[in-house]
């Protein structure tokens, strides 16, 4: 069964600053590795996916960095704005043929104004 | 259309209670996901369906039945809940299962059982 980490649990992180939320996970897997955004009430939206034969991936201000032999792969939010406030969940895949991706423990993000 | 519709929005219920979850999506999607949420913590898969079979039970009690009827419909029977299955209950769906790791999300129901 996959096991996903997750730091930090929370980050607080000034308008304008580089949020950076870290993802470790244990099995090795074949898939892509997606991040996912929630705001409060919300269900959780789909940010940004890597596959893993790539190590950078960047769409706007979101970028994923990937490493494979670490089993390793981060989230960097450059120019956080306070928008950006929501919890972000890193996923794995998981089982035979990695259809169930299991979460991260989540890292809530605060970003002040 | 890219969005993932859930009724009811919020469901109070008692342990000796039968209710049902809706989600509904018109995106074309073949594959859907039942997910449990508890506060402050990650969705935890429970049901995932492709192409309106039961694919993945990630051992979920008998409580929980999950139903599609069709590909645009997902349900969840709910029968002698216990307290500790309060939570926000979450559908998902993918293009297909090859797909699942860019899922729609719907916005829940949240579920309280007294």
């Known amino acids: 069964q996959q096991q996903v980490k997750q730091s930090p649990q929370s980050l607080i992180v000034q308008k304008g600053g580089i949020s950076i939320i870290n993802c470790a996970y244990e099995n090795t897997a074949f898939d892509y590795f997606p991040w996912y955004q929630q705001f409060p009430g919300k269900g959780p939206a789909l940010l940004i996916a890597i596959r893993p034969d790539v190590s950078e991936k960047k769409e706007g201000r979101f970028t994923i960095s990937f490493n494979k032999s670490a089993k390793q792969f981060s989230l960097h939010i450059m120019d956080s704005q306070p928008g950006d406030s929501a919890t972000y969940f890193c996923a794995a895949p998981g089982g035979n043929y990695g259809q169930n991706f299991v979460f991260g423990p989540g890292t809530r993000l605060s970003v002040l104004p | 259309d890219t969005e993932v519709t859930q009724t009811p929005k919020h469901l109070v219920m008692g342990m000796t209670n039968k209710k049902s979850l809706k989600c509904e999506q018109h995106m074309g999607h073949r594959a859907m996901y039942w997910y449990k949420q508890k506060a402050k913590k990650p969705p935890e898969l429970m049901f995932v369906y492709s192409y309106e079979k039961l694919s993945i039970n990630e051992s979920v009690p008998s409580r929980f039945s999950p139903e599609c009827p069709n590909s645009s419909l997902l349900n969840l029977h709910l029968h002698a809940l216990q307290p500790e299955d309060s939570a926000l209950y979450l559908c998902?769906?993918?293009?297909?299962?090859?797909?699942?790791?860019?899922?729609?999300f719907g916005p829940g129901t949240r579920l309280t059982v007294t």
């Open positions: 998902a769906s993918s293009q297909d299962a090859e797909s699942s790791y860019e899922q729609y």
